[in-house]
């Protein structure tokens, strides 16, 4: 089965067989059509292979696209250093050498 479904920027749709969602982020001059899937996977799609597919529109997922996960890590890794510690740090703030040594084994592991 075709669709008659014309692709909308900011629209999501999903595959009728495979249920995968993907959201329409361009539609260019030339009709073809650039979608974004959930895992951030980017592609583009011919305006004839468009209207071959099987598609639904769909409500946007619960869950995060990609991008917003991994900015949001990002963010969280800039805001603690990115849990980066010299090891000359772990010294310092050992109460003995015998701590530091064990520490600085754990994080090699």
Same mark, same amino acid.
Not at 27 to 51: H, P
């Given at each position: 089965?075709?669709?008659?479904?014309?692709?909308?920027?900011?629209?999501?749709?999903?595959? /009728?067989?495979?249920? /995968?969602?993907?959201?329409?982020?361009?539609?260019?001059?030339?009709?073809?059509? #650039?979608?974004?899937?959930?895992?951030?996977?980017?592609?583009?799609?011919? /305006?004839?292979?468009?209207?071959?597919?099987?598609?639904?529109?769909?409500? #946007?997922?619960?869950?995060?696209?990609?991008?917003?996960?991994?900015?949001?890590?990002?963010?969280?890794?800039?805001?603690?250093?990115?849990?980066? /510690?010299?090891?000359?740090?772990?010294?310092? #703030?050992?109460?003995?050498?015998?701590?530091?040594?064990?520490?600085?084994?754990?994080?090699?592991?």
């Amino acid at each position: 089965m075709t669709t008659r479904l014309d692709p909308m920027v900011g629209q999501w749709y999903a595959h /009728r067989d495979k249920g /995968r969602p993907f959201q329409v982020v361009a539609v260019d001059d030339d009709g073809s059509v #650039e979608t974004q899937d959930l895992d951030g996977d980017v592609d583009e799609i011919d /305006r004839d292979s468009w209207f071959s597919m099987s598609l639904v529109a769909t409500d #946007e997922p619960e869950t995060e696209p990609l991008d917003a996960a991994a900015d949001e890590a990002d963010g969280q890794l800039a805001a603690d250093g990115g849990g980066w /510690r010299e090891p000359g740090a772990i010294l310092a #703030e050992a109460e003995n050498t015998t701590e530091a040594v064990d520490e600085l084994d754990d994080l090699m592991d």
